[in-house]
């Protein structure tokens, strides 16, 4: 049996019927995409210029043609973001999916994401694209980083404070969004993700409000580059040895204004999760090495969320 590298269910064949689903409900076989993750990398440095898409990972855009069962790179209207595997970095494809999933189980909103096949049989990274309702239609997305007027180049030289000024300014129900913005900073502390810089955050406006897009770019990049750094933007001036005062008295209380029992509720949320986590950690596509240390360190972060 295999593992569905969308949904990680075991199944006879490459991909889940669930799995291909997700993709389509008229899909039941899919491709693996005919391009080497160098080929991948080269295409991407290719389309560099004419792609909309921002970042200095190598990304691909592409559509999903059902009736050739098979992803396709497109220069422009594309549905899905192709990241294939980094060319320095080990296993950053299944460390994105898997942070993803982790995510979605602590109730954070995600597109619908996974891994596919590529002709080698190594696996690359897809994410479906949240503001793009038709072929010819988008929806508003503002990153932080333009909101605060900051450039590429000062992406991490802002503050937690800053972005939360942000959700007060432009979101339609502010605290709504806090309480969005207090669970990922947990999350993404919990899972030692140091590079939620500010083009890392979105604002959306959908039905008539605007809010928090849903979260992209979440990874355990200390486990792949070894951080010395716990977050990418300070909370209180401090990147290191974060503590519960500093995020739940200070951060969740004093500067979101977030009462007690939302900031014990979230808590739990968290403690609930962790055995769900840890199941779905030993599932993925992680090498054995890399489950274990993920799990250790959410495990050490946790512990000095507990303590007060």
């Known amino acids: 049996m295999n593992h569905c590298p969308i949904t990680y269910e075991l199944c006879p064949q490459k991909y889940s019927k669930n799995g291909l689903k997700l993709l389509s409900r008229t899909l039941v076989y899919l491709h693996d995409f005919p391009f080497t993750p160098k ?49 320095i970095f080990e296993e950053v494809p299944q460390n994105e999916d898997l942070s993803m999933k982790l995510a979605a189980i602590v109730g954070i909103e995600v597109p619908l994401h996974g891994m596919i096949y590529n002709i080698d049989q190594s696996l690359t990274y897809f994410i479906k694209r949240f503001d793009r309702v038709t072929k010819n239609k988008k929806i508003g997305v503002e990153d932080f980083s333009q909101l605060l007027e900051y450039s ?93 005062a500093d995020l739940f008295d200070y951060f969740g209380k004093e500067r979101l204004g977030l009462p007690p029992a939302i900031l014990e509720s979230e808590l739990l949320r968290f403690e609930h999760s962790l055995e769900a986590w840890k199941m779905l950690i030993s599932q993925s596509f992680l090498s054995q090495k890399s489950q274990e240390r993920y799990q250790e360190l959410i495990m050490e972060r946790w512990r000095r969320l507990k303590l007060k």
């Open 39 to 87: 080929e991948q990398i080269q295409l991407a440095s290719e389309y560099a210029t004419k792609l909309s898409i921002q970042g200095v990972q190598p990304k691909l855009s592409v559509i999903l043609d059902v009736k050739k069962e098979g992803f396709e790179i497109v220069e422009k209207n594309g549905r899905y973001i192709l990241k294939p595997p980094h060319h």
């Open 152 to 244: 590429r180049e000062t992406k991490y030289e802002s503050s937690m404070e800053k972005v939360a000024s942000v959700i007060e300014t432009h979101c339609t129900f502010p605290l709504l969004e806090k309480i969005k913005l207090f669970r990922r900073v947990l999350f993404n502390f919990l899972i030692g993700n140091e590079d939620m810089h500010l083009k890392n955050f979105s604002l959306i406006q959908r039905d008539h409000k605007v809010e928090l897009s849903p979260a992209y770019d979440l990874l355990n990049t200390t486990i792949i580059l070894k951080a010395k750094e716990e977050i990418a933007l300070p909370i209180r001036g401090k990147k290191n040895r974060l503590t519960h």
